[in-house]
C-alpha cells in the first residue's frame, strides 16, 4: 500500500496473490476493492464489477464495505503492511499452509485470488489449518509464521460475489474463526470436534462460560456498514436494519455451527455464517485481542 507500508514496523503484512488471471490491471482492480482501503462505501455495477469513485459514466447498483471496512480490520489499518504480487501458486490451493508458502515476511497471510476457469481447478473458497490463535490460553506472539493463509474464487466479470468472502476467510486464516453454516446447510457432517473458541460451544455450560457477558449485544460495525451504504444510496430499510441488529446479537443459538444436538452458537448470523457484514461481538472481541499483539510501530 504505496505511503502505508513500513518494512521494518511491527506490522502483519498481508499478501494478495494471483491465480489464473491474464490480466494483471484487472488483479490489481479486485485486491483494491477487497481491500476497500478508505472504509467508506466500495460501489459495484450492475454486473458486479468495482466502480471507482471519481467515475462518471458507470451505473452503480450496489455499495457494500470490503475488508477494511469492516471492524476490527477497519479501526486497526496501521496493524497491517498490504502488499500484491504478481508470483502465483503452481495450482490454486498450494499456498493454504503457511510453510508451503514464499516467506516474503513476517507475520504474513497469503490471500490467492483464483480466477474461476473453465477446466474447474478453483472450486470454493477456503482457508488452509495452521492458524496459532485458537485458544484463549495461548494468547501470546509466536516466533514462526502464526497465521494460515486463504484462496479465494473470483467469478470472472462478477468480483462482487467475493466480496466479503475475503473477510470471512480471513476470520480463518487470521483468528481460527469456525465457520457458522455448516449445521445450517448440510446438518450434522459428523465432525465431533463441534467445539471451537470463541463462538461455537459444545454444549449451554460452555456457551455460558464463553460469552455470557455480552448476551443481547450486536456488533456495532452494523449500524457503520448501514449508515455507509445507506449514504451511497443503497442502505437497508429500518425494519431491515431491525432485524439485522436482533440477527446479530449475541444469544444461545442452537444447534452450534455444525447441527450437533445440544451444541450452541453465539449469533443466529455473522460473517463467517453467511457473510453477514459483521463478525458479531464474540468474533470481533476475540480478533481484537490477537491483533492488538502487534503495535504497528
Known amino acids: ?17 494471483p491465480w489464473g488471471w491474464d490480466d494483471t490491471g484487472l488483479f490489481e482492480e479486485a485486491a483494491t476493492a477487497y481491500l476497500n482501503w478508505s472504509g467508506t462505501a466500495q460501489l459495484w455495477d450492475e454486473v458486479g464489477m468495482p466502480v471507482a469513485p471519481d467515475s462518471t459514466s458507470a451505473t452503480v447498483s450496489f455499495a457494500d464495505l470490503g475488508v477494511f471496512g469492516m471492524e476490527p480490520f477497519r479501526s486497526r489499518r496501521d496493524l497491517f503492511n498490504v502488499w500484491t504480487t504478481r508470483l502465483s501458486p503452481p495450482a490454486p490451493y498450494d499456498w493454504l499452509e503457511s510453510q508451503t508458502t514464499p516467506n516474503w515476511a513476517p507475520d504474513q497471510v497469503v490471500v490467492v ?3 474461476r476457469d473453465g477446466a474447474g481447478e478453483v472450486k470454493s473458497s477456503v482457508a488452509g489449518d495452521g492458524s496459532m490463535f485458537d485458544d484463549p490460553a495461548r494468547l501470546e506472539r509466536f516466533t514462526d509464521q502464526p497465521f494460515a493463509n486463504a484462496v479465494v474464487a473470483v467469478e470472472p466479470g462478477s468480483f462482487v460475489l467475493a466480496n466479503r468472502v475475503v473477510a470471512h476467510e480471513l476470520g480463518h486464516a487470521l483468528f481460527s474463526l469456525a465457520d ?7 446438518g450434522f457432517d459428523g465432525d465431533a470436534r463441534n467445539a471451537f473458541w470463541p463462538s461455537c460451544a459444545d454444549d449451554q455450560q460452555r456457551a455460558e462460560a464463553w460469552w455470557s457477558s455480552s448476551i443481547g449485544e450486536y456488533d456495532d460495525q452494523l449500524d457503520y456498514w448501514a449508515e455507509e451504504v445507506t449514504s451511497a444510496g443503497f442502505g437497508p430499510t429500518r425494519a431491515e436494519l431491525v432485524r439485522m441488529r436482533d440477527e446479530n ?3 444461545y443459538v442452537a444447534e452450534g455451527c455444525f447441527g ?10 455473522s460473517i463467517m455464517g453467511f457473510n453477514f457484514p459483521a463478525f458479531g461481538v464474540t468474533n470481533r472481541r476475540w480478533a481484537e485481542q490477537v491483533l492488538d499483539l502487534w ?3
Open 260 to 269: 450437533v444436538p445440544g451444541s450452541v452458537r453465539s449469533t443466529a448470523d
Open 1 to 17: 500500500m504505496a505511503g502505508h507500508n513500513r518494512v521494518s514496523a511491527d506490522r502483519i503484512n498481508l499478501v494478495f496473490a
Open 295 to 297: 503495535t504497528g510501530e
Open 113 to 115: 485470488l483464483a480466477l
Open 180 to 186: 457458522e453454516y455448516v449445521g445450517r446447510e448440510t
Open 249 to 251: 446479537r449475541t444469544a
